[in-house]
């Protein structure tokens, strides 16, 4: 097994390729500037690490093609919108990356660079990490840590009847993103500018964690979870963990400019928008009491939060109106398997 | 992105298969019995975290027809043998798990099944993981923590001159079995019984993690890691770090039978068993005043530890002597790149 370690003159490749590339991102003590085995993470007293991992795999996550440095971006970002929705704060990552014998520097200086940038923009260190060989594709595996005041992580069970839905950002541009990725025409078909196609192709490459949210979520919020499977299977993970229901209005769940031009031209698109997931944005709950005091909090960030609907009694999934009607999902939430 | 998260009737394939073949072993609070985004980790006051990853790719590090209880036990055991090369007792491990369409239920069952022995053999609960399409191959990455007090995680850099060298276990036995597994006919030819044969196979396939000396290595030695890419290349790499170099005596470096059989027919192989890799051993060095008090604690555990040569003042690679001659190799360390 290869540790992801600093190199010396007669070192091989592997570890040419860490020191060149990685130990630059390796800012920290406890990263001991990836010379040694492993790293070391020392809690400040009175405070759990929060443990996440998440991968993404060329071909599956991402196309093959994408930029090398929205690839790396990309797979840390994923994580890093997890700790956001559990209410901590970044403390730094493990990084494993299978490559295939064709990777160059070119790629490989890419995909750091824009790690590099993200270590600096959410001042979350790498700590150390694998390479292996993947004869067909890239898989970027991260292992992610966040800090939190002991027994405050937001969890997903905490949601109450009656309490407020809310989710960040818009919702549904990355897997519009995504449609316009496969299916070229569809930005002319459906009457997309330049400028509207290039913003839901922009959120499907990086996500933006709601790392500004964390705090407030932690102060506010009966639960949280990121919204990455696509927002009505993810609300319905919430529901079920909090043993309620909720009921939703479709139109109130924000949309971007962009969305809502695809929208008007394919009203039938309001599902792929609302189960297709790779939004990275946060649903949360909040008890009608803190909702002020949450309003108010999140409105001196600069992220949106928009009022969806509420939790109610019940143990069926959330449920969607759209125009006075029902609306039905043939598939809510995105699932490999 | 999928979390590793428990499932309900009306969930998709994936949360079946991370319910029925993964919660079981997600023992500990801090799991949330997989029902989260996120898993937590509370250090007791005064610890600190280590953290390791490191990655097993089919066709790669293990082959893709190996017994899947295997192949999971060495996912979680490659990183273990990390975590006691740096004096840390187990504390949870993380699971990224890249599945091809074909692996099926009997493969998922073995697979579990053997993470979950070793989740009970070495105390270390499974805290949260993703699941992820792959389409040629299983890469399972594991990222696992350990708990040391504060400050004392064992460094690769703390070898001085005069240090004596230890490993543990018998050296090479792995690169034998992998060699046998390479070229079937190799067990005759150098007439190895069907014992012997199954002894390096199985160390090939399996390893076994040194944790028992882990608090023994923080208690005396000056340096450790574990050996995972070769004995000669990884102690080059200690040396290294701790600015030194070191004579080793190679006809002292821990043999088992049948590694000596093959080597009596092939005396050749000794490059094969000191630069081959995945021992999964742990090589430490020992200040002289500790020695005494090293031997006697490690005596009353169940690993062999064997001096192998001593740490001396210099910058060159470390120099294996063979029968009264400098061993020169060709290749000292495995690398992927």
């Not at 920290?28 to 085995?37: K, W």
């Not at 229901?245 to 609302?274: C, H």
Request: charged share 25%; proline share 8%; with cysteine.
């Amino acid at each position: 097994m290869t540790r992801m370690v600093a190199p010396a003159p007669q070192d091989s490749g592997e570890d040419r390729l860490i020191a060149k590339f990685f130990r630059p991102l390796a800012r920290g003590p406890g990263a001991f500037d990836l010379t040694d085995d492993a790293a070391i993470l020392a809690p400040p007293p009175g405070h759990d690490v929060v443990l996440k991992t998440d991968a993404i795999v060329g071909g599956v996550h991402f196309f093959p093609d994408d930029p090398p440095d929205a690839i790396g971006r990309k797979a840390l970002r994923v994580n890093l919108s997890d700790l956001a929705a559990k209410g901590a704060r970044p403390a730094g990552f493990l990084l494993t990356l299978a490559l295939p014998d064709g990777i160059g520097d070119d790629w490989l200086c890419g995909f750091a660079g824009g790690l590099d940038r993200d270590v600096t923009l959410y001042d979350c260190p790498l700590l150390g990490g694998d390479t292996v060989k993947s004869p067909e594709r890239v898989m970027v595996s991260i292992a992610a840590f966040g800090l939190v005041p002991q027994g405050t992580m937001v969890r997903r069970n905490g949601a109450r009847p009656g309490d407020q839905v809310f989710v960040t950002g818009t919702i549904g541009d990355a897997a519009l993103g995504l449609k316009l990725r496969r299916d070229p025409d569809a930005a002319a078909r459906h009457g997309l500018d330049p400028r509207a196609r290039e913003h839901l192709l922009s959120r499907y490459l990086v996500p933006e964690p709601r790392g500004a949210l964390a705090e407030i979520l932690r102060q506010h919020a009966s639960a949280a979870m990121d919204v990455s499977d696509g927002l009505a299977g993810d609300l319905a993970k919430l529901c079920r963990a909090s043993g309620a229901s909720a009921e939703l209005d479709a139109e109130k769940v924000p949309r971007s400019d962009a969305a809502r031009i695809m929208l008007a031209a394919e009203p039938a698109l309001i599902e792929t928008m609302l189960t297709g997931g790779d939004d990275y944005e946060i649903v949360c709950t909040v008890p009608p009491a803190r909702v002020a005091a949450f309003l108010s909090a999140a409105g001196r960030t600069s992220v949106l939060v928009t009022a969806i609907g509420r939790i109610v009694a019940g143990d069926e999934p959330p449920r969607f109106t759209h125009q006075g009607r029902s609306l039905a999902f043939v598939k809510p939430s995105f699932s490999h398997f």
